[in-house]
């Protein structure tokens, strides 16, 4: 030890695992044995091994439920971080998560997993939130897989009966938006009724999402031609019932699925495979929604049934009630998908403000696509900026505040113009759906990443305040 360092305070040297088991051999006078450490947490190779395992396990459960690439890659990142393994390598795909650290030796270590099952549970996803979280602070791979079976094995907040009132009231509500009477919207109701027990009998059978979406499609269209037969013979009473409001509120609760915003976001955040296999899948679906009315309105045709379909604009609600019926579609779609009380809440909040942004714009000489991205903006900005303060994932508030703002009439106009011989103008109003949709999708991405900086200087002021009251306690 050099002399100006003897007596002194000076810290001890730290050693590395390997250097110290290096001394301690030779100073024994035996042979030097290295031992195999991984990563700079001193890990021994089967524990990394054991790491990577339930690192690519909560990453296979976050896709499974819907978190965007970038998330999970970032949640992953930051886990594998906290457990000691610095130099790692997480590649994602729309099927398979690879996460890769540099082992004892010169091959590296490696863990894949297929991701097979997809299903709508916004609960379990914030609780996976919450233990990717955690496990950046240090969670030991056993603390993280035993919390991993936890969260994949409770149960879900809701029965399957409530999700799917949930969905019928989620019809009523956009048939309310599109200016539909009250019979309208008990003629949805009762329309998405039906079609939640179709839709459940195809599942348990375990037809494919894609002849799942012909067959919801078709369903929604022959209650339309019924409406259009029966409309002489109802009721005086029950006021005018136009099909094309009826359908298009069923259509709305097949578009609420998609997956438009995650492709979005997964495409600016540049994982361009993920992305492009969540555009197909979307481009997908809606074939099946596009094959299912344009079948049922050519059978229709050839029986005779007049397809005179008419699409007149019909009186508005006042903003207040339009507001209140948004934030009534934003909650429904969020209990739907077994979301928690407080993601309830949050997603009623940020749906009915973003339907007060869309009113604004509208009422500023915006035209609806521009009015619609400004709205999702708002929800976006929100969703990152305000939500993650309550546990609830940001993705879950995008997806249930845009909700109300999705093209299904315009979809179904685009469809039926098409079919009845008018090919130009149904592919333009096909356009602006499909304008309307990427609006929705490049608005909530653009306010999400807006409003990170918002959040780190939260992060930012939050802790001083912290720090401060602890030193006035001390």
Known sequence: MPADLIGTDAPAPRWGPRLRSRLAHLIAGGPVAVPEVV???????????????ALVRMAEALLSCGAPAADVTALTLRAAHGSGLRHTQVDITFTAVIVS?????????????VVQVRATDYSRLSALYEVAHDAGEGLSAEEVGARLRRVLSQRRPYRRWISGTAAVGLAASVAVLLGGTWAVAVAAALTT??????????????LPAFFQQVVGAAFATSVALALLVW?????????????SLVVGSGIVVLLAGLSLVGSAEDAISG????AGARAFETMLLTTGLVLGIAGVLDLGQRAGIALSLTFAEVQGYPV????????????????????????????????????????????????????SGLAALVVGFLAEGTAWRWNVPGVVISICGI????????????????????????????????????????????????????????????????????????
């Open 39 to 53: 990563g700079e947490g001193g890990l021994t190779q089967a524990q990394a091994l054991e790491v990577l395992d």
């Open 101 to 113: 650290t540099a082992g004892a030796g010169p091959a590296p270590l490696t863990a894949v997993r």
């Open 193 to 206: 009724t039906v079609l939640q027990l179709v839709l459940a009998a195809a599942n348990a059978r375990g």
């Open 231 to 243: 409309q002489p013979y109802l009721p005086a009473w029950l006021g005018p019932l136009p099909p």
């Open 271 to 274: 994982f361009y495979v993920t």
């Open 320 to 371: 207040g009630v339009e507001v209140v019926a948004a934030a009534a579609a934003a909650m429904t779609w969020a209990v739907s998908g077994y979301a928690d009380l407080r993601a309830v809440v949050i997603a009623g909040v940020v749906g009915a403000l973003a339907w007060a942004a869309f009113v604004a714009g509208t009422n500023l000489g915006l035209g609806p696509v521009a009015a």
């Open 403 to 474: 909700v109300a703002l999705l093209p299904g009439l315009a979809i179904y106009r685009a469809i039926f113009t098409v079919v009845g011989g008018g090919v130009s103008s149904g592919l333009a109003q096909f356009v602006f759906a499909l304008g309307t949709a990427l609006a929705l999708a490049a608005g909530v991405t653009l306010g999400e990443f807006c409003s990170t900086p918002l959040r780190r200087e939260f992060d930012r002021v939050e802790q001083r305040v912290r720090r401060r009251s602890l030193s006035r306690q001390f």
